[in-house]
Nanobody, 123 residues
């Protein structure tokens, strides 16, 4: 069965950094992309970043460009999201999902999600 497990969230001050991890099983990162989404209280779930390891394609939502970096260690079946220069607006539960990477502003998540990891950025 496809499973995704997020970790690495926590409480940090504005300007700080966190690295999230998503360990996947049931598929290979060479065959399917993985995307990070986030959902803040009262907000819609939104795409954050996507990685297609087969060709190295990456994509980022405008609010995180230049601050977040997605990468993977395929031997460990793990996708990372390095989050630098964090802002209070980044506060959300972060999820990873098996996905196709976006076309334009349209994201294509699958029905497979992890449990999420909470990121809280204080001002």
């Amino acid at each position: 069965e496809v499973q995704l497990v997020e970790s690495g969230g926590g409480l940090v001050q504005a300007g700080g950094s966190l690295r999230l991890s998503c360990v996947v099983s049931g598929f290979t990162l060479d065959d399917y992309a993985v995307a990070w989404f986030r959902q803040a209280p009262g907000k819609e779930r939104e795409g954050v970043s996507c990685l297609r390891s087969s060709d190295g394609t990456t994509d980022y939502a405008d609010p995180v460009k230049g601050r977040f970096t997605i990468s993977s260690d395929n031997a460990k079946n793990t996708v990372y999201l390095q989050m630098n220069s964090l802002k209070p607006d980044d506060t959300a539960v972060y999820y990873c999902t098996a996905a196709d990477c976006p076309e334009g502003n349209t994201w294509y998540p699958s029905d497979y999600w992890g449990q999420g990891t909470q990121v809280t950025v204080s001002s």
